[in-house]
């Protein structure tokens, strides 16, 4: 488990949950062709909405059922107002169920002990980005309340993109990417007692960057927005133990018209050639809501045992379901203009019941044993079981060893279940994906030294994909495929130095295989490592260069293009604290040096991979009242 506190947060000059994550051990972050961040855990390639990563902010889950993640509604995670990250790293579905299958993301927003008073902030940076947040904290009558309301508006880089996956007869590349984004999110904390309501709101509008297929164009547009409301109770019951509760619903909806191909896309077809000069659209809105409620009860028996067991039952269903297209991508038959396309996108839901019990034993003084296991059950796809087991030993000097075994599951989604995509068959006869992972793991803490290192082997089955490369006119049923085989080794250094000064090493060597080939799989880097330091001056000036290093990825088996090549970013953020009064101001430059380098395209996607921005510069002004 790794934690990052606010201060380390903004020491890093670190605005998105992404820009955290990609310093932590194991943790990679890609982009996809529609500018959708892929958070990858120890080399577990996610689809297009990190949905082998559950996330959750302030304890509830930001994965929904349309498409299993939580970045295809969150194209980004700002953590302006964050209290600390919490990071699981390793199967978890033992304790939270579904999706929490290569780690678990928890973001705890700040509360009134952490920020009281009225802050604002404002900043300037490239591409024409302007940010804007207003933070509250304040307590009325034995109502503490405290929140923010944030906005971005950025051009984005408009990188060049000299040629895409259409044939130069219709492609309009070389050109630009359109990755212009603008988000507002709101987010509110009451306290009264013992009850905590919890408030999130957020939209956002992209330009989607390349377009579904590797389709360089200008008229894609992505709209999403979510709400998540939660109420939660906690009281201590005395011998009885401890009870939390909650009761949640949340609501997602996703918008988009895509531009699947260029102008001039022509189809011969039996009785002639079908021409589609302004392109090829499809516009769909796909909407959830989701109702929630849970309870655990932690219980000490005597000094030896620590128990804990809880259900959960949620009801997930769409609603407000459209598709609309000049092309029917089941037939491939045209329209001559936009219109309906029945049967795309069915009505879907599922009720899920989880249950699971828990307990740390202590078996002797320097060993604790925990075991436990939850029980899931989804309507649409039956039962899993997933058990953990632990041994903690506590040696001589500081030192402690972990013995652990867990298995996880990640439910197949609405999407991969029913919705008759471009270029994806749905199946209903999905099975979830599971993995099991063993792993040894070594920590030392001692005075200012934190050192943790931990080897893992992972073998994931009945992934889900399509056998052959994605591609919007070649429809491929989705299917559970053999499975991955995974190990590898992490290593994190924490040290402080004097009152205030930081330094931090990760270190990740990971080797992802095919298991029935035995080739590595695409796009997995073997090493990924990051590193820096915090130095104050005065403790007014505060200084954190920083290195971000990845190294080369492999291709897909046919795919015959040379490996992704690795790359170094150096990053320096720049903070000045009270310089009027309670003033603050900070510059972030990221990728100082103008590294060019990109992300990994799909065989058969962009022949020159996803570009990503060269050196950008962000100026911020923060000032509390």
Known sequence: MSVVTAEEIRNLGARTLEEVLRVLPGFDVLTDSLGRSRVVLRGIEPGGSSETVLLQFNGVPLNEDLNGGATLINLDLPVDHVKRIEVVRGPASALYGGNAFAGVVNIVSSGLEDFEGIGLEAGLGSFATHRLELRLGNSVKGVTISGFVHFTDTDGARLLVPADAQPSTISVAPGRT????????????????????????????????????????????????????????SRALGTAGTLHADVSYGENEVRQLLEVLPPGFERPLPEGIARFPSGVFLQT?????????????????????????????????????????????????????????????????????????QDSWTAAPRLVVTAGARWDHYSDVGSVVSPRAAAVFTLPKDVGLKLLYGRAFRPPSFAELAFDLPGLGPNPDLEPARVDTGELALSYKKGDWRLSA???????????????????????????????????????????????????VSYTHQSAEDHETGLPRADVPQELAAFGATFHYRERLIATPSVLLRSSRPRAAGDSRQPVPGYGLVNLHLRARNVVKTLELSLTLSNLLGTRYADPAPLGGLPGDYPRPGRTALLNAAYVF
Request: hydrophobic share 35%; aromatic share 8%; glycine share 10%.
């Open 454 to 504: 931990d080897a893992f082997m992972s073998w994931l089955r009945d992934p889900i994909g399509t056998p052959e490369p994605y591609s919007p006119l070649r429809p491929q049923q989705l299917l559970n495929l053999p499975g991955i085989d995974l190990r590898g080794f992490e290593l994190e250094l924490r040290r402080n130095f004097g009152v205030s000064d930081f330094l931090f």
């Open 178 to 233: 359109t990755d212009d984004r603008r988000s507002l999110e709101t987010s509110y904390r009451a306290d009264f007692k013992d009850f905590t309501l919890n408030l999130r709101l957020k939209n956002e509008n992209s330009g989607g960057f390349v377009g579904l297929g590797d389709t360089l164009g200008t008229q894609n547009d992505l709209n999403n927005r979510q709400l998540i409301v939660d109420l939660g109770y």
């Open 285 to 357: 809105a796909t909407n959830l809501r989701r109702y929630g409620a849970g309870a655990r009860v932690e219980r000490r028996l005597g000094s030896a045992h620590h128990l804990l067991a809880g259900a959960a039952l949620e009801r997930a269903s769409t609603f407000g379901l459209e598709a609309q297209g000049n092309l029917d991508f089941r037939s491939l038959t045209a329209r001559p203009r936009l219109e309906p396309l029945p049967g795309l996108l069915p009505q879907t839901q599922r009720t899920t019941l989880g249950v699971f019990a």
